[in-house]
Structures are given as C-alpha cells and as structure tokens.
C-alpha cells in the first residue's frame, strides 16, 4: 500500500510537467537499467513492488491522457503496425497454453505485450515537432556523459578485471547500460555543426562512451556506437557535410584503434574467428543455440513450441535463456504463423521509414535531413546488435527507437510540407510526387 501511495503521489505531481514537455517521456524506460538495482539495495519498498512496473503504469496513464487531450499525436498510418504487434502478442498468448517453461514463458509475455507496445506507441507519438527529436537526441547525449564520467570513475571500473567487469553504475546490468552508452555516443553527434566547440563536445561524449561502453565488456555495443557513426557518415548528403563527415569519420578512426587492442588479443572472440573460423562455430555457445533452434522448428512448424519453451527445452531451465537471435526465438516459440507477423512487422516499419526519407531528402532542409537520417542511424544500428543479444522481451528499448525515428521521419515530412505551402502557395497534393501519398492523407493525425 506505501508504494501504490507514493506511485500515485509522484504521478500526480509529475503528470503536468511531462504533458507540458512530452519528449522528456522517452527517458523514463532507459532510467530502468541505471537505477532499478540501486533502488533495490537502498530503498526496501523497491524490493516489494517493480519499480519498472511503476514506470510503466506511469507512461500508460501519461500516453492515456496525452492522446485524449491532444498533447501527444498519432499518424493513422502506424496504426497498422501497432496491430500487427498485437496480433503477434495474440498468438504467443495462444502458444503459453502449451509451453514448457509456464514461469519465464509468462514473465516474457507479459512483458512484450505490455513494456514494448507502449514504448513504440510512446516513441512515434512523443516526436511532435523536429525541435522534440533534437531535444531528445541533445538529451540522451548528456545523459551518457554523465554515466559515462560517473562510471570511468567509479572503483569498480578502475580497479576491475581488465575487460571482463561486471560492476556498472548503481551495479547494473553492464549489458544493459551498455546499449544507453552506444545509443547515446552516435546522439552525441547531434552536436556537431559550424560552430567549433559542438565538434569538441561531440568528440568528447563520443570518446566517453566508447570506453565506459569498452570497459563493461560489451564488444557487440562497441560494434554498435561504430557501426551507427559510419552508417551515418555514409546516408547523409547536405550542407557543412564535409565538416560532418570529417568529423564522423574521425571518431571512426578514433574508435577502431581503441578497440584494436581487444580484437587481437589471442583470447578474444574476433582473433579466434579470423585464426579458425571452424573452432569458432564448433566452440562458440550461439551457433550450437542456433542450430538447436532451426532444429526444432520442423517439431512444431505452425505456431512453435510455445512462448519461453526454449528455455526449458535446450537450456533445461524455466527461466531467462533464448537463442541469441529474436528472429530465431520467434520462429522456434510462436512457429511460422508469429514468424510471418513478426516479418510484417519489421518490413512495413522499414517501408514506412525509408519511403518518408525518400521523399524529405528531397524538399527538406538540410538540418531537418540530418536528424532524421540520426535517428535512422541510431535505430538500424541498435536493431543490427540486438538481434544476437536480447530475446524479445528486452527489446522495450529497440522498440522506443523504432517509435522515435518513425516520429522524426514523419514530423520532418509534415513540417517541410507546411513550409511548402507557406512559400509556394499550394499543397503537394495538387502535384503528386511519384505515387507519393498527397499532404492530405498524410497529415491524417490524432
């Protein structure tokens, strides 16, 4: 009863101000990994009630009466992805009938039903102008400089083992915060522009991130800050690019010869791939999960073993354990009926995000086009290195990028059409691009 009292309070007292500045919403469900353990060894009633259940009552309620009183808004069009989603939810719900693992299978259901719904609805309708998508991306910048810092020196990573901690800030999860780390040094990037100084904060968030990301042991997040500042060096063209480019390309360098070090070392995972690459898929735990997925498929081939069944079935335990692959995962568990919804899902969200950019690259303005095609490289980035890392139900966080970089994809067509109309005097609609659906039915928001 204390922790409903003092959930309700908080709620009310802090309802306001997120209706007032919806965007800061998108930090709720990343401040999880960063303090739920901190809570739960200092303030006893968190080891009662699911501080992370807290935060997600709180972001149903906030997304409630945000869309009713039209604080938040909602492109029609995504709709149909939110309901593909369900239908997905529907029939692992269906298969938990039948799953050998009843305590991970529900715990997994429930969460995925709930965390990754809301968080998706949660990014898309937060990003109401391009001002809220900078905001965020400034925001989750910061916010890993400050754990980067407060991590690099803390004892536990000045004194751990090399390269193989598992201390973290407020003793998490290191993989968890971790992916924090790698979402926010390619935000960081955000900063860089004309003026010199933003280009020396970027380089130093980035290089913090990096290394704090480094030393949790994470290589696959190392992958990810690099992979997702090289993908965004590559996609954008407009002006000041080739101070942005050089920039880009710089913290690249800077990256790959940190990492350098690790890669080659005789015990590290990429040295024996390029020595032995047999001895590395023979040896390695993920391709024998693999395997004995795609080997159980045949077993249950319509709608799969039954959400969490991996768990039980391969690893031999009624708790967290999946296939180091969410493709595979759903495939195994849900069968290929969740496997074709679960397909749907991914491609109307990339033709829906890709085809919007087609069309802003062309009449956007080139600050508008930057922080769509960042947002786009955080997103494709994370989604790259989580496949192998998170069963479905740890996704929340891929599935809140997914949100805010449809959001920005569609608040910088919206806004580039209204400018249209303010110099041009006409709609788009009365010059179709391409087959391009007309301002009309695009604008088709809540």
């Avoid at 039209?70 to 529907?90: C, F, I, N, P």
């Avoid at 086009?369 to 955080?378: E, G, R, V």
Wanted: charged share 15%; aromatic share 16%.
């Amino acid at each position: 009863m204390l922790g409903i009292m003092v959930g309700f309070v908080i709620t009310v007292i802090s309802l306001p101000i997120f209706l007032k500045w919806p965007w800061l919403a998108v930090f709720l469900p990343w401040i999880i990994p960063a303090l739920k353990m901190y809570l739960l060894v200092h303030v006893p009633i968190t080891r009662v009630v699911d501080i992370s259940v807290f935060i997600f009552g709180f972001l149903i309620v906030f997304l409630s009466l945000g869309l009713l009183l039209r604080k938040l808004v909602w492109d029609s069009s995504y709709t149909v992805l939110v309901l593909v989603h369900l239908a997905l939810v529907g029939v692992l719900a269906v298969s938990y009938s039948w799953t050998s693992a009843p305590n991970y299978g529900f715990r997994k259901l429930e969460v995925f039903a709930v965390f990754n719904t809301v968080c998706f609805i949660l990014g898309v309708s937060t990003v109401r102008t391009m001002s809220d998508a900078r905001k965020m991306a400034k925001g989750f910048s910061i916010l890993v400089l400050v754990l980067g810092v407060w991590m690099l020196i803390s004892p536990g990573y000045m004194y751990g083992a090399r390269w193989e901690l598992r201390e973290t800030f407020a003793g998490t999860s290191p993989l968890n915060i971790a992916f924090v780390l790698a979402v926010g040094a390619i935000a960081s990037l955000i900063w860089l522009g004309r003026r010199k100084r933003w280009i020396i904060l970027t380089g130093v968030i980035w290089i913090v991130s990096l290394v704090a990301t480094y030393r949790t042991g994470s290589r696959a997040m190392v992958a990810q800050i690099i992979v997702g500042t090289i993908i965004l060096g590559l996609i954008f063209k407009g002006s000041h690019r080739l101070v942005r480019a050089t920039a880009i390309w710089l913290v690249v360098i800077l990256g790959t010869i940190t990492i350098s070090s690790y890669a080659f070392q005789k015990e590290s995972r990429f040295f024996i791939f390029f020595q032995d690459p047999t001895y590395w898929f023979e040896q390695s735990e993920r391709p024998y999960l693999w395997a004995a997925a795609i080997k159980g498929v045949p077993q249950r081939p319509l709608l799969g073993h039954g959400v969490g069944a991996f768990a039980m079935n391969v690893m031999g335990v009624d708790r967290r354990n999946f296939p180091h692959n969410f493709f595979l995962e759903v495939l195994y568990e849900g069968g290929l009926v969740s496997f074709a919804l679960f397909m749907l899902f991914w491609g109307l969200l990339g033709y829906y995000l890709f085809s919007r950019r087609r069309l802003n690259s062309r009449y956007a303005a080139s600050g508008e086009i930057y922080l769509q095609d960042l947002w786009i490289a955080i997103f494709v980035a994370s989604a790259l290195a989580s496949v192998l890392h998170f069963d479905i139900s740890g996704q929340r966080l891929l599935w809140l990028l997914a949100g805010i970089a449809l959001g920005t994809a569609r608040v910088c067509y919206q806004e580039t059409m209204l400018k249209w109309q303010d110099d041009e005097g006409y709609y788009l609609i009365d010059a179709e691009v391409e087959g391009e659906p007309g301002i009309s039915e695009s604008f088709a928001i809540r």
